[in-house]
T-cell receptor
């Protein structure tokens, strides 16, 4: 069983909808991540939070808006998405803040997003 | 730059066969190396890791040795099972990289009874 919990497991949304993906971990990890994975491809990094502050934004379009309300929670707010944004969205966490690197990432099972 | 190259799949094996999935890397400094496994419909699970040259990571019968001289981290298992069928990703994390994982393309393994 994964210790990083993502909800919902599946989401279908129209291009004019606003929705949010949620991620939760209770391992005391201080860094949290959003990845996007298209079919038959490796995950691609979107955002990194370290100690609840945004450390990395990999030039992600503004229709994706991350939020880290506290050290255990990570949200990804979605608005005006395009069909090509359909993918598996993975959340991950790691023990140390990102300036103390090389902590392995622990992934959730993802949210399968379909944009119609 | 930093990159990871994995052997292309799919790799198809019979149960109890020996498995090798090749992984080589290019990196500045001293990266840590990882193997992740993704079962159908799931996220990625950390399979094993190595943080310095000559380290051997092992878990669930899988092994990989960090070879700095050949810049490789090949995954091996002596006897595969049907339940090992999954996609395997080799990845590196480099110093000062904000814990950013650089993934290989992934190798799909199919094990038949």
């Amino acid at each position: 069983d994964t210790e990083v919990t993502q909800t919902p497991k599946h989401l279908v949304m129209g291009m004019t909808n606003k929705k949010s993906l949620k991620c939760e971990q209770h391992m005391g990890h201080r860094a949290m991540y959003w990845y996007k994975q298209k079919a038959k491809k490796p995950p691609e990094l979107m955002f990194v939070y370290s100690y609840e502050k945004l450390s990395i934004n990999e030039s992600v379009p503004s229709r994706f808006s991350p939020e880290c309300p506290n050290s255990s929670l990570l949200n990804l707010h979605l608005h005006a998405l395009q069909p090509e944004d359909s993918a598996l969205y993975l959340c991950a966490s790691s023990q140390d803040g990102v300036r103390r690197s090389h902590s392995p990432l622990h992934f959730g099972n993802g949210t399968r997003l379909t944009v119609t | 730059g930093n990159s990871v190259t994995q052997m292309e799949g799919p790799v198809t094996l019979s149960e109890e066969a020996f498995l090798t999935i090749n992984c080589t890397y290019t990196a500045t400094g001293y990266p840590s190396l990882f193997w992740y496994v993704q079962y159908p419909g799931e996220g990625l699970q950390l399979l094993l890791k190595a943080t310095k040259a000559d380290d051997k990571g092992s878990n669930k019968g899988f092994e990989a040795t960090y070879r700095k001289e050949t810049t490789s981290f090949h995954l091996e298992k002596g006897s595969v099972q049907v339940s090992d069928s999954a996609v395997y990703f080799c990845a590196l994390m480099f110093s000062g990289g904000y814990n950013k994982l650089i993934f290989g393309a992934g190798t799909r393994l199919a094990v038949h009874p």
